[in-house]
Structures are given as C-alpha cells and as structure tokens.
C-alpha cells in the first residue's frame, strides 16, 4: 500500500556554517497541513527541500513512500507554488499552461483534457485568452495553483501564497486549497497566523530551524490557556504596557485603549483573564524559544 503522508526524521541544513533546519522530525498526513512561522524561521527552506530544490545534509525524508533522493519520482507527485511565483508576461493563461504542459512531457491529449477543468477549477475560464501581464495579483496566484496542479500531483506545496491579495482574494484562495486538499497533502507554508486559522487541522510551528509545535489547533489554543488577559488603560499608558508585556493586540476606544496581552502570571495592572486565540497561542508558543520577542 502506498504511503500517504511525508515523514521527516532528523533533517538538518546548512547554509554555509548558518543552520536553517535542525533535526527536524515531522509527519505531514493526507489535507490541509500549516506550517506556520516569521520570516526566517526555515519554512521556505524545508518547502525547497520537499520539492527538491534544495539538497539536505543529513537525516531522512520519504514522500508517499519515496525518499526525496529520488528526484524524478518525486517532481512527478509534487506540485509547488513558490513565493515569488512569476510566469510569460507577454503569453496568454491558456497558452502559458499548455507550454508549461509540453515541458512537463504531457501528451497533447492530456493537456487538452486537463486545462479546461483546471481553469474552471482555480475560476479563470474568462481570462484564459488574457495575457498573464493583465492579470490581478489574486488571479496569478490562482493561476500559479493551476500550474502546481497541471499533472495532478499527490502533494502540493504552497509557500506563502496569500501575500499581498486583498481580503477577498485571501478568502477565495484558501477555498481553493481547502478544496484541492480533499484528495491530497497540501502544505501550506505563511507567517499569516489567519490563513492557518480558516485552513488548517494540523499545524506545525518552526522557529529558527527548529520545530516549536506539532498538532492541532485547538491544542495550539490549549497551551495558552490562562496565559492571555485584556486590560482597559488610558491611551498615554498603553505605550508603557507594550514595553512590559507581550501585546497581541490593542482597540482604541475613545479616550482609551483595550489591550490584549499575554502574562504567566495576573498582570500588575487591572487586567480580566480572556480566552486565547490561535494568534495569541502562536505568540505566546514563540515566546518560550529563545529569541521569542519581535
């Protein structure tokens, strides 16, 4: 039977003597799988990696069963959106694609029968004869998942894929990947803790190469629990609060502000104990590693 998951076992990377991934052990089933982490922390690096952009130095990795040594077999189950995802500005979506397909080695017959629904699938069947430089930045990231899709892989890998697209265009992607997850593993890599919270079962945190948390997100929420306060303060004081406490969040209201904060213990300040959210937790799981304050 074969293997539906990535297993990841000891995994480490260097770039020169600068560590990028340490010892990582990971399992990444079958769905939406978040991984979630700030700029650095190793996340692009490890996509690479899965994709086989990037070779590792030491450890372990098998996708479906296929250990990641295995170049061609690999690229053949595994689509990949990059974040700096660009394609022929001057060709148009449905040309772009069958050119991608010729170089890919699908047949003409294959692109004939795969273009059409992929088009419909990612909803843009009416820009297919626009060229790609007319494109809105929603539409090239939903036509970079398109190209990731062509062959119709096993595993699908997006890194950072709603950077910059306005609020509807978030949403409508991550519907998208939501909807291509049903039959396939979809790792959807961002520092946009939202994204993971509308998408994502299971998570991982990665934080200057090492793994921070694995699980779910409601055990995510678990771990902060009595650990996030709100507190109503005069606006001239809120700036002394940020400096003596972890802020995740802070409304003006009038002439004060209602802060958001997270404490080990009762804040020194009038503070009523709240329950966290996954923005909250995901701070407040930054904060135990070293180097956890922004």
């Known amino acids: 039977m074969k293997s539906n998951a990535i ?5 480490n990377k260097f770039y020169g003597k600068k560590q990028a991934i340490s010892q990582l052990n990971l399992t990444i ?12 922390a190793g996340k ?11 070779n590792k130095q030491s ?29 022929y500005p001057s060709m148009q979506v449905e040309e772009a694609l069958d050119y991608l397909g010729v170089l890919s ?23 297919r004869k ?6 809105s930045g929603g539409m090239k990231r939903r036509l970079g998942i398109a190209q990731a899709l062509l062959h119709n892989p096993r595993v699908l890998i997006v890194d950072e894929p709603t950077a910059g697209l306005d609020p509807e265009e978030r949403i409508r992607f991550r ?3 939501c909807e291509v997850a049903e039959e396939r593993i979809v790792i959807l890599s961002t520092h946009i803790v939202g994204d993971i919270e509308a998408t994502c079962e299971q998570i991982a945190i990665l934080d200057e190469g090492r793994l921070l948390y694995n699980g779910t997100v409601s055990g995510l929420t678990q771990k902060a629990e009595g650990k996030v306060y709100s507190a109503t303060v005069p606006l001239n004081l809120a700036a002394q609060v940020k400096k003596e406490y972890m802020v995740t969040g802070i409304s003006p209201q009038g002439k004060k502000s209602v802060i958001r904060l997270i404490s080990e213990a009762a804040p020194d300040i ?16 930054l904060s135990q590693n070293k180097g956890g304050e922004e």
């Open 59 to 87: 450890g372990t990795v098998t996708i479906c069963g296929i250990p990641v040594e295995h170049t061609k077999e690999i690229r053949k189950i595994t689509g990949y959106l990059p974040q700096e995802f660009s394609m």
């Open 29 to 40: 089933p079958q769905g939406m799988f978040g991984l979630l982490g700030r700029n650095g």
């Open 105 to 127: 080695g699908m047949t003409a017959a294959k692109r004939k029968a795969a273009i059409p629904p992929l088009l419909e699938k990612v909803n843009l069947t009416p820009q």
């Open 270 to 285: 009038a503070a009523i104990p709240v329950d966290p959210n996954v923005e909250d937790a995901y701070m407040y799981c």
């Open 44 to 54: 692009t690096t490890l996509m690479k990696v899965l994709a086989t952009l990037l």
């Open 130 to 135: 626009k060229k790609i430089r007319s494109l």
């Open 7 to 11: 297993v990841i076992e000891n995994l």
């Open 175 to 177: 519907n998208l990947l």
